[in-house]
Every structure is written in structure tokens, then in C-alpha cells.
């Protein structure tokens, strides 16, 4: 993934404007490995997907042929904006353009002492011993996909600047899956990862914008 190409048949194929998506069973583990610390680290987010509960989506889903059909579903697809291979330039735009305060700089090395010590800011869970519940906090490469996010939302709210909500959103989504839980915890670590990563943003102190 950070070479950004793919060995085959004795053959390197570079593919810079690669993104590589994965999918995991939250029920079923046989047959299937949970992919080391490293390895998960070098994703950006992980996102929940749960079924519907919208009884007209639930509907279209079972009736509708073309949620049968992979093909159909991509013929639908709407025409993009750009071609895919301007990405790598749009985002190292947004990255470069959309500026980050020193009250967002100083809340965001508090989010990541808050995951590597929870303690120090009070974040406790209910029935649980907070001194063995995390093995690992953030990594870097964490703090850095947060702010990355963080730019993105803004942008896409039509901001220059990066404001406490925009890290908040992503906030979830970009740290879960990095943080390394006791085993004893692994049963329901991802119910107890949100939880946890909730009762961060609520001890953390967020900036009050000028």
C-alpha cells in the first residue's frame, strides 16, 4: 500500500492513484485472520456498515433487480467530475490550502495523549480497568490520517480552515481501528473502542474558535 504497487508474475505494476478498501465480518471469524497492528494502521479509516432499517430501502434492496446485479449497480454509477488519475493532485491541494490553527494543533496532540493516557484526562468506561484496558494508543501515521480527514471535511463544507467539529467527525472512523486493546477485551472491543473514543472527545477540552 505505501509503495503503491502490486508484484505479479515476477512484474512490479505501479498504480499511484491506487486506493485499496477492505471488508471484515463483525460475526463470522473462521477461516478469516485479523490483520496485524501494522498492517491495519496503514488504513485510513474503518467505517461501520450496518443494515438498513428504512423499511422502503429494506424493500428496494430485496426487489429491486439491480441490487442483484454487481454490473447494473456500476452502470448507474454518475459520471465524475474529475478522472481519477487529478486525485492525487486535488488532494495534495486541499492538503496544502486548508489551514490548521494553533488552538486546533494543541487540541489535536491532546486527542493523541488522551489515547496513549487515558488517565490523565479522566476517560474511564464503566466496569472497566482503564490501566489494562489499552496496550496502544495512536500511532503518528494516526495523527496524521486525523488531520488529513479533518482537512477533508472542512473542504467539503466550504471552509479554508480546519474547526474542533471537522476533527470530531472523523475522529471515530480514523482512530478505532488503530488502537490496540487487551485480549481480554476482544470479544467486544469494537463496541468498547466507541465508547472509548466518545468519552475522548467529551473529556478533551475543545478550543473556542476566535
Not at 92 to 97: D, M, R, T, V
Not at 147 to 169: F, G, L, T
Request: contains cysteine; aromatic residues 8%.
Amino acid at each position: 500500500m505505501a509503495e503503491k504497487s502490486v508484484s505479479a508474475f515476477n512484474k512490479v505494476n505501479y498504480l499511484p492513484n491506487m486506493v485499496v478498501f477492505a471488508d471484515r465480518n463483525q460475526v463470522e471469524k473462521n477461516e478469516t485472520f485479523e490483520l496485524p497492528a501494522a498492517a491495519r494502521d496503514r488504513f485510513m479509516m474503518e467505517v461501520s456498515i450496518q443494515s438498513p432499517t428504512d423499511k422502503v430501502l429494506r424493500n428496494s434492496i430485496i426487489f429491486d433487480t439491480k441490487f442483484q446485479d454487481t454490473s447494473m449497480l456500476i452502470d448507474n454509477i454518475p459520471s465524475p467530475s474529475f478522472d481519477c488519475k487529478e486525485l492525487n493532485e486535488v488532494s495534495g491541494a486541499i492538503q496544502e490550502n486548508i489551514q490548521t490553527s494553533d488552538h486546533i494543533k494543541n487540541y489535536v496532540e491532546s486527542l493523541w495523549q488522551a489515547t496513549e493516557n487515558p488517565k490523565k484526562f479522566a476517560v474511564d468506561l464503566e466496569g472497566i480497568d482503564m490501566d489494562d484496558f489499552l496496550v496502544a494508543g495512536s500511532s503518528p501515521r494516526g495523527m496524521i490520517m486525523l488531520i488529513k480527514a479533518a482537512k477533508v471535511n472542512a473542504w467539503m463544507n466550504n471552509r479554508d480552515h480546519v474547526q474542533p467539529v471537522d476533527v470530531e467527525y472523523v475522529f471515530h472512523s480514523v482512530m478505532a481501528h488503530r488502537l490496540v486493546v487487551n485480549r481480554i477485551y476482544e470479544n467486544n472491543k469494537t463496541e468498547l473502542l466507541e465508547k472509548f473514543t466518545d468519552k475522548v472527545l467529551l473529556k478533551v477540552a475543545t478550543p473556542k474558535l476566535d
